[in-house]
């Protein structure tokens, strides 16, 4: 949430201290991911710049919820209380994918991440793609008339310890690209996981002390299990908005929902209290809906 007459946010990525959840299905009978489309959620494969993955067979519905990024509680987490767990399947890295962000171009920028592995070979790349995500490509730079495959900027392979650290890549965009995502691409000689938390993405040549895109994030949640629909004929509406506060708010504010048709007519709005304590809030709603 952004207050009014407030400044530009200094870090780009949504949920970047992930206390939100993803949109990861929430019953072994569906296996679509109710949080596609959400500018808050960084798995999500039907984007466009990761879209072609699923067209490609790369990632698939059917992928085991074991092989997927998770966000779980961690006691010791940069910020926050929970951070973000990547299986490294075997013979396979494990990617985390943000949102789409909108960047400048020949804007310089920099990407820093909290990262950790109790695997003793694990590795972390930091990328950032702006064309469409292809892990089939080799990390390769483009020379002459040959274009670049892979990320169009990556990091090395950055040893991991089981100790929290910060990591970084400093990037210049290209002039004629507006959009791009960040790919964290984790790997081992074995199965297991990395850890990552407090990602940001911000303008110029240097990291800067962490901070939430805003003070107040703001997620929303609605699912009618076994219908695969939202909202039932006759049935309140049932939302569950989950915010994260990374501060005391000295003058809390209201959020508003609204809800919209796809040609943009606002059909509903309410008015809900926005919390003021640091940290996690769920608020659970049953709305009368037209």
Same mark, same amino acid.
């Given at each position: 949430?952004?207050?009014?007459? $407030?400044?530009?946010? #200094? /870090?780009? @990525?949504? /949920? &970047?201290?992930?206390?939100? =959840?993803? *949109?990861?299905?929430k019953h072994d009978w569906v296996h679509l991911n109710p949080g596609q489309g959400l500018s808050t959620n960084w798995t999500d494969m039907l984007t466009p710049l990761t879209m072609k993955l699923v067209a490609t067979g790369q990632v698939s519905e059917m992928t085991p919820l074991e092989e997927l990024p998770t966000i779980e509680e961690v006691a =010791? &987490?940069? +910020?926050? $209380?929970? &951070?973000? $767990?990547?299986?490294?399947? #075997?013979? #396979?890295p494990g990617h985390l994918t943000s949102p789409v962000i909108p960047l400048k171009p020949g804007q310089s920028y920099t990407l820093s991440v909290y990262a950790?592995? +109790?695997?003793?070979?694990?590795?972390l790349r930091l990328c950032v793609w702006t064309r469409p995500v292809d892990w089939r490509q080799e990390f390769a730079e483009g020379c002459f008339d040959q274009p670049p495959t892979g990320p169009d900027m990556y990091s090395e392979a950055l040893p991991l310890t089981n100790q929290w650290q910060r990591y970084k890549l400093t990037f210049t965009m290209a002039s004629y690209f507006h959009q791009g995502l960040v790919d964290l691409v984790?790997?081992?000689?074995?199965? *297991? $996981?990395?850890?990552? +938390? &407090?990602?940001? @993405?911000?303008? *110029?040549?240097?990291?800067?002390?962490?901070?939430t895109r805003y003070p107040v994030e703001v997620g929303i949640d609605a699912d009618k299990p076994f219908s695969g629909m939202l909202h039932l004929m006759g049935e309140p509406l049932e939302i569950d908005v989950s915010s994260y506060t990374n501060r005391q708010q000295d003058e809390p *504010? =209201? @959020? #508003?929902?609204?809800?919209e048709t796809f040609e943009g007519k606002v059909v509903f709005t309410k008015d809900i209290p926005c919390p003021n304590e640091e940290g996690r809030s769920e608020n659970k709603l049953a709305l009368d809906f037209p």
């Open positions: 949430m952004q207050s009014k007459g $407030s400044a530009e946010p #200094k /870090n780009l @990525l949504p /949920n &970047a201290s992930f206390e939100l =959840d993803f *949109g990861h299905p =010791d &987490a940069p +910020d926050g $209380s929970r &951070a973000v $767990s990547i299986p490294m399947p #075997k013979g #396979k950790r592995s +109790d695997v003793p070979s694990a590795q984790a790997t081992a000689e074995t199965e *297991g $996981s990395i850890w990552v +938390d &407090a990602a940001q @993405l911000e303008e *110029g040549p240097k990291a800067t002390a962490f901070e *504010g =209201d @959020l #508003k929902l609204s809800i």
